[in-house]
């Protein structure tokens, strides 16, 4: 432990340039590698030992695999420029290859475990069947293996196996799998002729989580998502569509549509297929997918595509049901629904609706679509996944995910629930094994619980009877929330107190901070650096701006705690917004405040936090915010002193570069450095940053 730890001190804890698109991808393959490949299956194990008790794993289990892994690493390229193409083929192909490396590696390890004798587990009549199929295809192999096995042809099978899915990570087409499903019939037939033998624990032990492993991951590992701009999408078909030479983007957007059909052919349909359009904003945004498709096919097959809408901001969450109602009658999209049972997906933007109208406005917004969309999908007999589009930061639909699965509309979840895992939250949630289990237990209970008739008739009396006191809210922080972003020259002045321009500075992801315009306006702004600055500047405006004022509004203490306790949705709200303002420091905030010019603004952020502060506090009953949550309370009260410190370094700094660049002088590159380590300090410090 000693020798780890000098290692992570002599280990440069800033990265000296961007990671480009294919370095992340990588780096979120070592999670798959060193958690979810065993966890996800554990989980199926624990679930299935719930349902069966003591017979578990010595008979065949009822519980179904359940958790699908998706990825936009790779396949994300709204406002990146530098996820291309090559890149998504890129990233499938490093995906793939992990995947199998897995697969090979736990094949291996259950065949040189399976030393039962022929005289005590008879192989089946199919497993010799198969043995002879295996051995003329790879008859060197098979004689070595059979010489080092003489009578164990359980474990003989499984080892030829593990060479049939090396050779499939080689791309050996003489002995390579087709598909997951071919590596599956032989699993199966391996487990049959076990469970003939009457050997049913090995049948269901190690065995059955192998085959877990291939259904969930296939050959693929992640279902990679591409993700583009609907102007995007425009500007291309109108360049098209009036003939003559193709740009560079254009031939880019089409190149994109042949990469999803190599991906398709190559590794299965399950691998890539997904569509997201950003700031779908009418029917004919979705139906623009299928032309670009058409054109990019030119004659051969064209890639099988779900066109998933993403709603962003207040008005197209509003729109949503209208836009979905239109775009179903499109023949490709009703020819989709038909092929899959009627299901469609629709993804829902946390981030830019909480920058568009403030985050109590966006929370309830949310809600309203939700339930809208989900009462629209029970009249067309649709099988509705919502896909929530969540950050780790508060200001970005952050917080316990199980608590807010429970909030959700009638109809919302059934069953299902999808929703993206960004930045540190991936290595949070996932890295270490035994915080996945519990994270991926706690989400799919809450689904199933959301689920449930009790839950959803809760969930619907609640916001029915506190209807009032929602548009009272929304209104109410809305008009807050307008009063200190739209005033004159806001922009500059959020420049100036928080380090969003310095921010950009830190190697931390491909991406561009901003999709192209200057600081003089937020329209572009993404919504990440817009929380991280305010976090960084300790805060935390993004998670809790409005609400203060929005309780004032309804004023009346005694029902703002009766819901409190009976409106599961205003309960999250109150508990995210006192969380954010227990990692908000006050002090520390007004010295950002400082730097800049507008004691006007800075006063009204103030006077909000702390209005917020007491609404929060009077709300829950308590004398401090996070009092009924007195584990996290002290979590971060541990953390604080710390945090403090490097907010104060990163204050000198930012002062420093400033007065330098206001003088003209040259930046002082141990000032920068300086800061860009207390940013880094101060994000792993607070978490729920971006």
Request: glycine share 6%; proline share 5%; aromatic share 6%.
């Amino acid at each position: 432990m000693l020798e780890e730890i000098d290692t992570l001190w002599r280990t440069a804890p800033l990265r000296p340039e961007k990671p480009s698109p294919t370095d992340e991808v990588r780096a979120v393959m070592a999670v798959f590698d060193e958690t979810l490949f065993t966890a996800i299956p554990h989980v199926y194990r624990q679930v299935d030992d719930a349902l069966q008790g003591p017979g578990a794993g010595g008979r065949a289990p009822v519980v179904r695999p359940f958790v699908r892994v998706g990825s936009w690493v790779g396949g994300d390229r709204d406002g990146n420029p530098f996820v291309t193409a090559s890149v998504t083929r890129k990233a499938a192909a490093i995906a793939s290859e992990h995947v199998l490396l897995g697969l090979e590696r736990a094949a291996n390890r259950i065949g040189r475990g399976l030393t039962l004798d022929a005289a005590a587990t008879p192989p089946s009549d199919a497993l010799l069947a198969l043995w002879q199929r295996l051995k003329a295809a790879d008859e060197d192999a098979a004689t070595e293996i059979a010489k080092r096995s003489p009578n164990e042809p359980h474990r003989r099978i499984l080892l030829l196996i593990a060479r049939k899915i090396s050779a499939t990570r080689a791309r050996d087409a003489d002995l390579a799998y087709t598909d997951p499903d071919e590596l599956l019939a032989d699993l199966r037939v391996v487990q049959d002729s076990l469970v003939q033998a009457r050997a049913p624990r090995h049948a269901y032990g190690h065995l059955q989580q192998l085959l877990w492993q291939v259904e969930t991951f296939g050959f693929h590992l992640t279902e990679l998502e591409v993700r583009q701009h609907s102007a995007v999408h425009a500007k291309v078909l109108a360049e098209l569509d009036a003939g003559g030479p193709r740009s560079e983007l254009a031939e880019e957007v089409l190149d994109v549509f042949r990469a999803v059909a190599f991906l398709q052919k190559r590794y299965g349909p399950r691998a890539a297929g997904r569509y997201i359009v950003s700031f779908t904003q009418s029917a004919q945004d979705l139906a623009n997918v299928h032309r670009l498709a058409e054109y990019a096919a030119a004659g051969s097959a064209a890639p099988v595509l779900d066109v998933i809408p993403l709603f962003e901001t207040f008005a197209d969450l509003q729109a949503a049901p209208h836009i979905l109602a239109e775009i179903v009658e499109h023949p490709e999209f009703a020819a989709r629904l038909d092929a899959t049972g009627r299901r469609l997906e629709v993804m829902l933007g946390y981030s830019d609706s909480s920058k568009d109208v403030g985050p109590v406005a966006a929370n309830l917004a949310l809600y309203v679509a939700q339930a809208a969309i989900a009462a629209w999908a029970q009249e067309n007999r649709i099988e509705l996944t919502l896909f929530h589009g969540r950050g780790g930061a508060l200001g970005r639909g952050g917080g316990p995910a199980n608590s807010a699965i429970l909030a959700q509309p009638p109809h919302s979840v059934d069953g299902r629930f999808k929703l993206t895992e960004q930045g540190e939250v991936i290595f949070a949630r996932y890295g270490d094994a035994a915080i996945a289990m519990r994270h991926i237990d706690q989400v799919a209970a809450a689904v199933l619980m959301a689920s449930a008739p009790s839950i959803e008739e809760r969930n619907s009396d609640a916001a029915e009877r506190y209807a009032g006191v929602a548009a009272t809210m929304d209104t109410a922080s809305r008009t807050r929330f307008f009063e200190l972003v739209k005033a004159p020259g806001f922009a500059p002045w959020f420049a100036q107190v928080t380090p969003m321009e310095e921010v950009g500075l830190l190697a931390l992801g491909s991406r561009p901070a901003r999709r192209g315009l200057s600081v003089e306006s937020l329209e572009d702004l993404r919504a990440i650096p817009w929380v991280f600055a305010w976090t960084q500047a300790r805060i935390n405006l993004a998670g809790w701006f409005g609400l203060g004022t929005a309780l004032e509004a309804v004023g009346d203490e005694d029902m703002l705690r009766r819901a409190y306790q009976e409106w599961p949705l205003f309960q999250t709200m109150v508990d995210n917004v006192a969380m954010s303002l227990a990692k908000a420091d006050p002090r520390i905030a007004r010295r950002y405040l400082d730097l800049g010019d507008r004691d006007d603004l800075a006063d009204l952020v103030m006077d909000e936090m702390e209005l917020t502060r007491l609404w929060v506090v009077r709300v829950t009953a308590g004398s401090d915010v996070l009092d009924n949550k007195p584990v996290l309370q002290r979590a971060v009260k541990m953390r604080s002193p710390y945090v403090d410190a490097l907010s104060l370094l990163q204050l000198r700094s930012l002062r420093a570069l400033r007065a330098d660049a206001a003088s003209g002088a040259a930046t002082d590159p141990e000032q920068q450095r300086l800061l860009l380590l207390s940013v880094s300090g101060v994000a792993a410090g607070l978490q729920n940053t971006g």
